[in-house]
């Protein structure tokens, strides 16, 4: 190899890799390493102390927990919630594989910032022009709270409320 290049390097947590650089086929020296220890945070050798080497990769499981440090629950009552689209802040969310261990049942739970957020409940997007809505709870939530929202059919349509934490 004699043009530049990055190697890089990827363990089994997804977020972390090592990036060397190559340059006229030399692999160049530790302290020109790139590390991404986190979905958005990077680290060069030369600015890894003694004692830091090798950098500390921060698994999936503790970066959500450190960006994304609040909870939501919705779950079904008297609905199938899998029939469902639910919304949070305008985007379609379900429960990650780290938080399928929380959700209930018949519902999902959702890792999300501090924060105020909107919760809305639509049937699925089938080519239809016509998708059924419910109405938009909204909310506010600071660091490392959470939120039950439950989702019913009401004589007038598809429903959402807050219930309080047990």
């Known amino acids: 190899m004699r043009d530049d290049a990055w190697l890089v390097f990827s363990g089994k947590v997804r977020d972390s890799v090592v990036m060397v650089p190559v340059r006229g086929g030399v692999v160049q020296s530790r302290d020109q390493w790139l590390f991404k220890l986190s979905r958005d945070e990077y680290v060069l050798g030369r600015d890894l102390g003694q004692r830091e080497w090798p950098p500390t990769f921060r698994s999936e499981a503790e970066t959500a927990l450190r960006d994304l440090p609040c909870g939501m629950v919705v779950r079904g009552e008297g609905l199938v919630l899998a029939h469902y689209s639910v919304y949070l802040d305008g985007n379609v969310v379900v ?25 809305t409940l639509r ?18 939530l600071e660091p490392e ?20 934490q047990t």
């Open 145 to 164: 709270s959470s939120v039950q929202i439950v989702a019913r059919r009401t004589i007038s349509g598809l429903h959402l409320e807050i219930h309080p």
């Open 123 to 140: 049937t699925p997007y089938g080519g239809s022009s016509y998708r059924e809505s419910s109405n938009t709870v909204e909310f506010e």
């Open 95 to 119: 429960s990650s594989r780290l938080d399928v261990d929380r959700a209930p049942a018949n519902g999902i739970h959702v890792r999300l910032p501090s924060g105020a957020h909107r919760v």
